[in-house]
């Protein structure tokens, strides 16, 4: 897809460590997303997807990152499960849910949590946050954070 230069959606990852270490099988780490319309478009459903990219010592046959993501409801003040999509190309981007109206100048910040399975191996690989335009289920901004995970 092909954004606009009047349609600016961005993406931040915020609130984790300067070099982000998650433990496989180990305790929860928190973190924010935040998106951001500074464009001129009106975004009627947007949608955040979380989740890891392939690595080398990942869960075969895609190498992928297994583990828990919660995001934190503001309206009951509890932590609610969320998808963690597990998928190659760009099918992750249909497990977008969840989605809001972004009109412009709008911003929004958003809780997580995550826990890693146990069993994965020490590597590095990205967290990404892709804001998916809802219902066409096209990425609309993406971030990405380098993590090391620890067996």
Do not use: C
């Amino acid at each position: 897809m092909t954004v606009a230069d009047s349609a600016r959606l961005t993406v931040e990852i915020d609130d984790l460590p300067a070099s982000p270490r998650l433990v496989s099988g180990g305790a929860p780490v928190e973190f924010t997303v935040t998106l951001r319309n500074s464009g001129d478009t009106d975004f009627p459903l947007i949608a955040p997807v979380v989740r890891f990219d392939q690595y080398d010592g990942g869960l075969a046959p895609l190498g992928s990152v297994a583990g828990r993501l919660e995001r934190f409801d503001p309206s009951t003040h509890a932590w609610r499960p969320a998808p963690l999509p597990q998928a190659s190309g760009m099918d992750y981007l249909l497990a977008a849910t969840g989605g809001a109206p972004l009109p412009r100048n709008a911003v929004t910040t958003i809780r997580y949590r995550v826990a890693l399975d146990a069993g994965l191996r020490a590597g590095v690989t990205e967290l990404q946050v892709h804001a998916v335009s809802q219902p066409s289920n096209q990425q609309a901004g993406v971030a990405a954070a380098k993590v090391v995970i620890a067996p």
